[in-house]
């Protein structure tokens, strides 16, 4: 019990330092950025004017070709790696003002939270180093490869349903306004506070909508057999295109995430950390 109670509070003074907190709200800024180029790439999308994917990997790649943007590519690499170090500790020891049930089901998101930013790092970290990093013939390789092998199909259906999953409760977070308990609402005046909900709710309704739509096409792509269709947020923009009214939709999802970006930005001063 001693260890526990001496690893829990080395995790908790490792949580209070004030470098960590200081690399965290930086990688919020840097994660808006991601954002606002991702939003950019989806309005083209919409337009049928992108040959680049549209996702995050694909906005990493559109910055590091801009001037100082393997600069910048780095600087978000090393934020998002700060931002996962901070919710794997809240994982581990965070989230005390909750109780009971509720405090595991914050740890884990926190926990889910660590994977989403360790694997923005890498693909930070891969566009830098020009490695391949087209996330969206990635996740279409690792489709396949899972369906050639015994129960792959099942793997790949529950995977999908767990994306769908993640995307309409992500809505649900947002058009419920959950994500204001998070910001310093009292440093804030009421305009920002209103700016804050309205960017938020936009925001999260607009993410969890495009990963509920990738989620829905990874079970397609096990029911039908076909990993072409699990090409990630790529594909699942461009299949929204493809729609009746498509380009309006995608249109209002892109605004969408780039309103998170810019909440991202208002997160990086208010957010708890």
Same mark, same amino acid.
């Given at each position: 019990m001693s260890l526990t109670r001496n690893a829990e509070a080395t995790a908790a003074r490792t949580a209070d330092s004030r470098w960590l907190e200081l690399l965290a709200r930086a990688g919020?800024?840097?994660?808006?950025?991601?954002?606002?180029?991702?939003?950019?790439?989806? !309005?083209?999308?919409?337009?049928?004017?992108?040959?680049?994917?549209?996702?995050?990997?694909?906005?990493?790649?559109?910055?590091?070709?801009?001037?100082?943007?393997?600069?910048?590519?780095?600087?978000?690499?090393?934020?998002? !790696?700060?931002?996962?170090?901070?919710?794997?500790?809240?994982?581990?020891?965070?989230?005390?003002?909750?109780r009971g049930n509720d405090r595991l089901k914050e740890r884990i998101v926190s926990a889910a939270r660590t994977l989403i930013y360790l694997w923005l790092a890498w693909t930070a970290w891969k566009v830098f180093s020009d490695a391949n990093s087209d996330s969206a013939s990635q996740q279409q390789g690792l489709t396949a490869r899972l369906m050639e092998s015994t129960g792959g199909r099942w793997l790949v259906g529950l995977a999908g349903l767990v994306l769908m999953g993640i995307g309409i409760g992500m809505a649900i977070y947002g058009l419920k306004k959950k994500f204001m308990k998070r910001l310093k609402t009292g440093e804030m005046s009421a305009k920002t506070r209103q700016l804050a909900r309205r960017l938020g709710m936009a925001g999260y309704a607009s993410r969890g909508v495009a990963f509920a739509v990738t989620g829905l096409l990874v079970i397609l792509a096990a029911v039908n057999y076909d990993p072409e269709k699990a090409r990630g947020l790529d594909a699942a923009l461009r299949t929204l295109r493809e729609q009746a009214f498509g380009t309006i939709l995608l249109t209002l999802i892109a605004l969408g995430i780039a309103a998170f970006g810019v909440y991202c930005f208002l997160q990086s001063r208010y957010r708890k950390v």
């Open positions: 919020f800024i840097g994660y808006g950025i991601v954002h606002l180029l991702f939003g950019w790439l989806a !309005l083209q999308i919409a337009f049928g004017n992108s040959s680049n994917d549209g996702d995050q990997s694909g906005a990493l790649r559109t910055l590091a070709a801009q001037p100082m943007g393997q600069f910048l590519v780095i600087a978000i690499a090393v934020g998002m !790696l700060a931002m996962a170090i901070w919710q794997a500790l809240e994982a581990a020891v965070g989230h005390r003002t909750e």
